[in-house]
């Protein structure tokens, strides 16, 4: 190890331990090492002793660690090493603390608490008004070529000496550093002010009288709060009381509290740990030197002492950090019954702090991170971490209003505004404005929509006086293209169309004058890639640091939104209890409002995060059979496997097993589950394309231990007309035709709306894309999407855009006016072809008795009919397979392009099939009376086994599902008149589950830092209970019908069934 010459203190210091005898080492020795002085360090100079045959007694079988034991006499040998070294440092020739400024023994005292010259001047002037003649200098320097001395002079050469060489004693006689009240082991400092220029640290400037008067220091945190009681010691001050400063602009603009800087170090509970050892260096350092003497950072915060242990300061975000790195060498003695040492060398460097944040990064110059480093190492305890953690609250905005809130309850205030709930609906908060039960984005429409002024406040508690009260006021409708809640709670984005300030919405300072239309801001210059209020003053000013994102919480603390009411009308807003299942991060809710439930949802996911979900839950505990329908009428998803819709599960658990039929945010309907507890999900059934992809109808069936999914088929969409404008000559509607993108465009022009002509879908990266041209209307917004890829199919929401897509019977073919021809094959045999329960299977051609073979019919259309194919698996054992029995594919087309049957294939939503051990010919099943009731087989899709020769290889095959049904009837209707309702089944799966569990609606986002929203109507649940009977007794089940009122429905009411279906 390398010293400077001439920089080096050293005295001895003797600690008499005890006398101990050895039968080993017959002389004393002398231990000299560079390095921490510990027992490892010890015990490898003493190895170095004890190998020596000149030190080693004849006869020794002792090894050098059990004779250095015996030599520290035994018992806890680690306490008596730290003793040595302790004492070794402590008596090292050191510096007293109040020797520092050679000011009288009072200075540091009064330093430290805010006082003295140090702190309560600058340079100045004055009195001789001479520049050049300077007076209350802080640090020596040179002015017109004169060394002059300043005031804090003496700083600079202990810092040269002492600090960096040698050891200074704790100014444990402060009240600010008394160490048994300094149980954190953790100290720092907190200034407010500059005093002194051309240093690069704060804003004083020269000249001094005019730019150094009330300067500041560069701002490193957040100042929350000051707990007068807290400093009492140090201050004198003897009231009680506090300040709160929350509120911080981080960018110096003198809000809330203006710039203010902290810095700290901490050390080790072990005394003669070199954290410890040094930490009046380091007090000196960090205090005196470097941020006094070389920054000129001056004062205290009022309340508060300016410098001392944790326990008495200021509640901040968070501190900068300096640490001792050292250099040591030691000399240890054993005259051969007493030990001693001494510290013969030292050298302290300072340096910014190495340690670890909160989620185990490394974070350097963090007083926090640097006390997580201790603890890690073992130097601290988790009560020592966890007490810095109150005063260093971190660097999350939140964070701070938390320990405000926090502070408050223990005083038994609250913090929170006054709410006129006759006036408003509140609609979303936080801190301590919080709202546990956020509005999703279809509720905040359905309310904003009643209010009469279409007027909403958004309330900020620590902004300035004229941002704590926003009036906004919509100036235009809302239209489905517009996502309203996203702009005023969410968002930042500007908006042509329909977010433009002076013509979509206006703001005001109160709610008569928004009501009145006067005294509008005037914020032409209105920042719409800012929150809201987009940067706005009233005058038209740009003011940073006033917007706020609601979910997940970013920019301003304490705000809240809310809805003007209607005086006239009464908007029924009814909040429900929910079940959160597993950890969400925001909070959802179950409301009704006008008589639709609303539920909204964050949490990472239902199956897509191995065996731990994450959702709300709306459920009830139910027992036995059960029928569970609803309407899921609009979903505001977030992630593409956000999910609403119903669940059956075991229990509350994450890992619950459960069986769910879900739609998802971007792949239709999904029926899976979790067999085993804490498994991963099956998906049992994944419909994509082929179903419901925005709202649904659904049913999940439970009997016994099978699960059974469905969807309730659609009627046909009315679209509109939509009428091809020829982009030139030849330009027809063919089948197969393929159009430019150009001429889509063209023919979208025709229709109206909102068109998007880029290929860009309202969900997602929907991939089965028909050739040609198309035109889709999501509630009743037109886009036009052109595609080219030929073997991509389409999933039934597009139209092409040649076709007139109305929804009446005009566009099906009278009787006789057109003719549709089917190709199918069978497995395994046909058997009968019913087309509006006429048998016309002699029309068939081909082989019926071969699996394979490409079958051929042709028929005359007739409106609202149904095609029956009936068909016979020749194994008699094909229920071993439950996708294995009857199947067929087929593909129709007709001469009317405009007809439903065109195009009809077994990828056909709405296929349903009855299967059986005999042979089935009741011809009103055939022909579809009482479709909905009869046609009730599983069915199965699958494009394996075989596929229909020359047809398209995208057309799947339908499988009667059923177990052992050798008989089976495929039907389907596409008039949009058919007959009944018609479920469709998706798939089925057999779990054991528990005959009592939790049935309900399930909501997430999939995403844990958002909230999706879903919308529900029709919720039912039929509940079969088999009563407890003796064996003679033969009691069939009873069913209940269980609805929950939504709204106000004035009586209570129930449902109940009688064994014979009657109600």
Known sequence: MNFSAGSLLAVVASSVLQNVQSECVKNGFDLTFQGSCNYSNILNKFEEVFDNPVNRADGCNSTAEEELTILLGGGDIDATIRSICAESVDNFSSLDFDDIPKAGPDFVREYYNGNTEWNEEHETSFPLDDHDNPTNILRSRQVNGRNIYGDAGNVKNVFDGAAQYGVISWPGHLSNFELDKCTTNAAMCCWPSDRQANDNNGNCAEPYDANCEDSDPSDNTNLCYVDFEKGVLSTGFAGTGNSVHNGDDGNNQYEAEGPIHCHGFAWANDESDFTSSYKANNLFYVSMYDHMSQRGYVRNIQGAPMCACTEQMPIVSRSDCTQVDVEEEFEIHYDGGQWSGKLAKVYIDFNACEGFDRRGNNDNNDLWAYMNRLYREGKITIDQLMEIGKVLVGDDPDMCSTSVNDFYSTKGMERGHNEDDSVWVKVAGVNSLKMDQPFGKASFDAVFAESPNQIALRRCVYCKNYHREIYYKRLTPITSEFNHYMHLLNGHYENEDYYVYGTDFELYSTYEDAVAGVNEWECENYQYGQFFPGNCRPDGGAEGNVGARMIPHAGRSDVAWYIEKSKDKSTGITDYPITTVGSTKIDGSVRSVDNVLHITASGHGIGTNGNNDAFNFYEELMTGDLTMTVDLTHFDFVGNWAM????????????????????????????????????????????????????????????????????????????????????????????????????????????????????????????????????????????????????????????????????????????????????????????????????????????????????????????????????????????????????????CTSTDPTSVWHGLSTSTPGWRSIGGNVAITDKAVLSGENAANDFDTSLCTSTSSFSLQGGSAETRKIWAAERYSNFVVFAINPDSQDTGEQWVYMSETTLAMSENVYAGIAVTSARSDNLAEATFANYEIEQNIYPSASPSLSLAPTSVVLSRDVGSTGLAGSSSMTGDGRY
């Not at 929804?807 to 190709?823: I, K, L, Q």
């Not at 019913?834 to 051609?845: A, C, E, L, N, R």
């Open 644 to 891: 609403a819709g119903l669940m059956i599960r075991e229990s509350l658990e994450p890992g619950s097993k459960s069986v769910n039929l879900l739609m998802s945010g971007h792949y239709g309907l999904v029926m899976n589950g979790r067999g085993e507890t804490n498994a991963n999900y099956n998906s049992w059934h994944t419909n994509y394309a082929n179903g419901p992809m925005f709202a649904a109808t659904m049913k999940l069936v439970r009997e016994g231990n099978t699960f059974k999914s469905y969807y309730l088929k659609e009627p046909a969409k009315e679209v509109g007309e939509a009428t091809l404008v020829t982009a030139g000559e030849g330009t027809r509607c063919e089948p197969g035709y393929s159009f430019s993108k150009e001429d889509c465009l063209q023919a979208g022009l025709s229709v109206g709306g909102t068109l998007r002509s880029n290929g860009e879908l309202p969900v997602g990266n929907w991939d089965h894309t028909p050739p040609g041209c198309f035109l889709y209307s999501p509630d009743g917004d037109y886009a036009i999407h052109w595609g080219t890829n030929s073997n991509a199919k389409n999933d039934g929401r597009f139209q092409p855009v040649c076709k007139s897509s109305t929804a009446s019977s005009s566009a099906v073919g009278v009787s006789g006016a057109s003719t549709t021809t089917c190709r199918l094959a069978i497995d395994d045999y046909l058997a009968s072809f019913y087309y509006d329960g006429i048998d016309i299977t002699k029309s068939v051609t081909g082989d019926h008795d071969r699996w394979d073979a490409v079958n051929t019919v042709t028929f005359t259309e007739v409106s609202n009919a149904t095609m029956a194919i009936y068909a016979r698996e020749a194994s008699l054992n094909c229920g071993n397979n439950n996708c294995g029995c009857s199947g067929f594919v087929m593909e």
